[in-house]
């Protein structure tokens, strides 16, 4: 299974049951790098990517063999079956009250690129394979 999360500084992904924030040229970078596979994600999500219907499928839950982009679901329930995370860092600190509980030690990052988003000046994804 392999997730693509979005997280701050503190590793916090919600405040109040809603997105901390939201980047156009972070979700282009998402779908650019679909390489012809759908994305899934839960309905909490589906707004996000209303541009690229055709790229996407709606599922509750990450499921194995699948990409999930995940925003409102604990990640560390799926971490016996994750193989490989992608982490975009808004390189900020926002409230938060949903954090990432998500081990990170049991996995190399092999791959780490800056770019300037839409919101954001610098945008950092990291992508992590389990060790």
Known sequence: ????????????????????????????????????????LNEFSLPLFSEYEEHIQVCSAPEKGKLFFLENLDLSGFSKDLRE???????????????CQLDFSSYEMVNETEFRGSSHDKITKLVYVKG
Do not use: H
Request: with cysteine; hydrophobic share 40%.
């Open 85 to 99: 995370v992608t982490v975009y860092r808004w390189n900020r600190a926002y409230p938060a009250d949903f954090t």
């Open 1 to 40: 299974m392999r997730v693509i999360i979005c997280l701050d500084d503190n590793n916090g992904m919600l405040f109040n049951n809603r997105r901390q924030s939201r980047d156009r040229v972070l979700i282009s970078d998402i779908i650019e790098n679909l390489k012809g596979e759908k994305l899934c």
